[in-house]
Structures are given as C-alpha cells and as structure tokens.
T-cell receptor, first 113, second 114 residues
Framework: GDSVTQMEGPVTLSEEAFLTINCTYTATGYPSLFWYVQYPGEGLQLLLKATKADDKGSNKGFEATYRKETTSFHLEKGSVQVSDSAVYFCALSETGANSKLTFGKGITLSVRP | DTGVSQDPRHKITKRGQNVTFRCDPISEHNRLYWYRQTLGQGPEFLTYFQNEAQLEKSRLLSDRFSAERPKGSFSTLEIQRTEQGDSAMYLC????????????FGQGTRLTVV
C-alpha cells in the first residue's frame, strides 16, 4: 500500500537558518504530493503541493520538488522565522476516485530567536 | 464561510459509552473525509463521502464506528462501546469534486476515553 516516510524529529533551528525536512514515499500509481502544516492551536492547512514529476510547489518561502526518480518531496526554506514553528506533514494522494490523503508521521519544527 | 467546523472540540467519556461527533464542511464541498490522529502520528484515513454516499471505509473503521452524511451536508461519526484505544483526535476534512485538490481540515475533536 501507499506510505510516506518523514525524517525523525523534532528539529530545532535558530532564526534565519536553512531548513530541510526529508520526505520519501511509496505509491502504486502516480500520486500528487503535499506538505501540510499545523500551527499551535490550529487545524491542518495546505502549505504547498505538486502534481507531477519535476513540479516545484512553493508558498511562504517554502519549496519542495517532486522527484520521481528518488520518490522524494523534501521541504526546504532558505531562512526560517520564529513564526514557522509548527508541525509539518508530508502526504500523498493517489489519482483516483476519492483523493484520500496518506500522511507521514509529521515533524515538529521549533525556531528560536 | 468560516471553514470546516467540528463539534465538540473535546470529549471525555467513560469506557463503554457511545459518543457522536459532528462535522460541518465548507458549503458546496462535495467530498468529506474523516481521519484519526494519535499522538506522534500523522492522520489516518477512516472514511470518505461524496455527497451523501459513503464510498470508502478503511479497515481501521471497526463495526463499532459508523458515519453518516444524510443530506450531503454535515456529517456525524459515532463510536459505540468506546474503548481506551479509541482515544485520539478525530479530524474532518472537505474538498471540491476535483482530483488532487486541496482538502480543508477542521480543528478536530479530541476524544479521551477513561
């Protein structure tokens, strides 16, 4: 079945540091890939997505590129801010009738001033 | 529209009791999903509705769980004879009927079974 593997956390960085959060996936078909973020006290919200190989999703300074050859969708940001402190989930959705999401375990990012 | 709304936000119940949660999706969203999230894990798919039809159920959804979406608008998730292992965050999400579009999540209902 489908699965998503995220690097182990938590991650603690200083403000303005470079961020990489690794994500790899296993899928039977040709999935779409997503990063969702959960800020403290809030619900999950979409951060960015990519629907085909070599697509780059970007939002709020975050980027991730769909790499079919390595089955990866790593999240990067050049300079993190304290406000980026949150839990980040990588997810996939198979092309099909219901577009349900399969999530990774999530990783907690803490950014200190 | 204020987004996906879930009620209650928190529920504490004794083992063996029945509980029911409600989800109000974003208006005009045909798709509605229920997920369960336990501590340190990502959300896991439970069930999916397209309008009022329940089209998929995960094997995680034991026969003690039932979900409905009677008029294709709000949905309810009922757990009968709750067990301590049912303690989790129950998330509802909705989306439009387009492949791989964004799913909008509610803030969830946190269930604690004591």
């Amino acid at each position: 079945g489908d699965s998503v593997t995220q690097m182990e956390g938590p991650v603690t960085l200083s403000e303005e540091a470079f961020l990489t959060i690794n994500c790899t996936y296993t899928a039977t078909g040709y999935p779409s890939l997503f990063w969702y973020v959960q800020y403290p006290g809030e619900g999950l919200q979409l951060l960015l997505k990519a629907t085909k190989a070599d697509d780059k999703g970007s939002n709020k300074g975050f980027e991730a590129t769909y790499r079919k050859e390595t089955t990866s969708f790593h999240l990067e940001k050049g300079s993190v801010q304290v406000s980026d402190s949150a839990v980040y989930f990588c997810a996939l959705s198979e092309t099909g009738a219901n577009s349900k999401l399969t999530f990774g375990k999530g990783i907690t990012l803490s950014v200190r001033p | 529209d204020t987004g996906v709304s879930q009620d209650p936000r928190h529920k504490i119940t004794k083992r063996g009791q029945n509980v029911t949660f409600r989800c109000d999706p974003i208006s005009e969203h045909n798709r509605l999903y229920w997920y369960r999230q336990t501590l340190g894990q990502g959300p896991e798919f439970l069930t999916y509705f397209q309008n009022e039809a329940q089209l998929e159920k995960s094997r995680l959804l034991s026969d003690r769980f039932s979900a409905e979406r009677p008029k294709g608008s709000f949905s309810t998730l009922e757990i009968q004879r709750t067990e301590q292992g049912d303690s989790a965050m129950y998330l509802c999400a909705s989306s439009v009927l387009t492949a791989n579009t964004e799913a909008f999540f509610g803030q969830g209902t946190r269930l604690t079974v004591v």
